[in-house]
């Protein structure tokens, strides 16, 4: 327990919980400064192969703590974001490990880029995502301009992010922007769930294919092709791929090392 941020290792999973319910999880400078330094040292831990991201209490993140922000000491809004909202977005972009968020109820401002962010996104029935960036008077960020064409559209997120209608979990389904909707007593066995699968698949494949994923994004067919090209050339030439061969013939399930 650090700061406003729960973390639990167990076997290959972390889970880290973002842990000010009474504020809705709403992001203090302790919970950034502990999230971003969380996630680099999960990044170097080759014993986690899968991090679960979610919300103590009734919310997910309702974003950026507006009290603090009404101190005379905080820091000048483009400083902040730069400084502490942008490193968070680019660890969990570039950690191999995939990162599941389960987003368990509200998700605000900067709590809604943090789930855009993240690799697989499962939501408990009631929750909801808000773009409250505008009601303040602020600008859609930590990502979210970037992660939400790509998730849902050009359409549908130039409607989001302008009209700004809550999304509850149902229509993020529908148009996209989470994969599974789950009753909200089951969440974080089925994000558990889902964490167990990745972990057992091979680390160094599931890292390529994350990479790959995002590079997709800035490249074309041939680049993409060429590309896979070369990563299957390094799976290819792993541990686990002949272990993965092996397990098959052997008819039993494959013991991956991440080798
Ligand atoms: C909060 C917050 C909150 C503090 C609820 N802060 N206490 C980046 C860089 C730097 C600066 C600026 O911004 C950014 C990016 C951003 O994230 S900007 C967007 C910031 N977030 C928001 O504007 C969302 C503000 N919250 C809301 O709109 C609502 O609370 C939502 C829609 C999230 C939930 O509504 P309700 O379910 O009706 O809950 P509530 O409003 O009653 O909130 C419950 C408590 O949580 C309440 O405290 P209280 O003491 O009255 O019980 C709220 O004040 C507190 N809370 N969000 N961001």
């Not at 971003?36 to 950026?64: K, M, Y």
């Not at 109820?105 to 029935?125: K, N, P, Q, T, Y």
């Not at 972990?199 to 680049?223: M, Q, V």
Request: charged fraction near 25%.
């Amino acid at each position: 327990m650090t700061d406003g941020l729960r973390v639990d290792i167990d076997g290959p999973v972390a889970t880290l919980t973002l842990d000010r319910p009474e504020a809705l999880n709403a992001l203090t400078v302790p919970m950034k400064v502990a999230l971003g330094e969380t996630l680099n040292r999960i990044a170097a831990d080759r014993s986690v192969r899968a991090v679960i991201l979610t919300g103590a209490g009734r919310a997910f993140c309702a974003g950026q703590d507006l009290a603090e922000r009404e101190q005379p000491d905080a820091a000048p809004l483009e400083v902040e974001v730069r400084e502490r909202y942008n490193p968070i977005i680019r660890a969990l972009r570039s950690m191999d490990q995939p990162v599941i968020a389960a987003v368990n109820g509200v998700a605000a401002g900067a709590g809604a880029s943090l789930a855009f962010a993240c690799d697989v996104r499962i939501a408990a029935e009631g929750a909801r995502f808000v773009l409250a960036f505008g009601r303040i008077g602020l600008v859609p960020d930590s990502g979210a301009t970037w992660f939400l064409p790509r998730l849902v559209g050009a359409a549908r997120a130039a409607d989001i992010a302008l009209v700004g209608d809550p999304i509850p979990a149902d229509e993020a389904l529908r148009i996209g922007l989470v994969s599974r909707v789950v009753p909200a007593d089951d969440l974080m066995a089925e994000a558990r769930a889902l964490a167990d699968r990745v972990a057992a698949g091979a680390p160094l494949a599931i890292a390529l294919t994350k990479g790959a994923l995002d590079r997709s994004w800035s490249i074309d067919l041939d680049e993409a092709l060429d590309g896979e090209a070369k990563l299957q050339g390094i799976a290819g030439a792993s541990a686990d791929h002949a272990e993965g061969l092996a397990a098959f013939r052997e008819k039993r399930p494959p013991q991956f090392t991440g080798e």
